[in-house]
C-alpha cells in the first residue's frame, strides 16, 4: 500500500513528518475537495462525517495544519450575514 503521503497523484506533503496522521488525513481530503485553485468548502460536520472522525478532532486537524502554514482558513458568509463552511486555501 503506498504511503498515506503520496495518495493524491504522487502529491507530498510538506513536513509530513511532524505532523500527526489524522491532520495528514484532513489535508489529504480537503486536497482531494480543492479544485486547481486549492479552494475547498466543506463543513466540519461533512469533513467528520466522511472521514470518520469526531468534529472536535476534526478542528485540531485544522488548527494543526494552520499552525504548520499547510492551509490558511478564512470565515465565510452568507448575504444574511450568518456564517457558513469556512473556506480552506491549500498551500
Sequence with gaps: MRDLQEINS???I???DTLTQKA???YLYLR???GRNGKAWPGVKTIAG???LSEST???GIRELQEKKLI?????YRENG???SNRYFLR
Design 72 to 76: 490558511t482558513v478564512c470565515a465565510a
Design 58 to 60: 476534526v478542528r485540531r
Design 10 to 12: 504522487g502529491y507530498r
Design 14 to 16: 510538506r513536513d509530513a
Design 82 to 84: 450568518g456564517r457558513t
Design 50 to 52: 466522511d472521514l470518520g
Design 32 to 34: 482531494q475537495r480543492s
Design 24 to 26: 495528514k488525513t484532513i
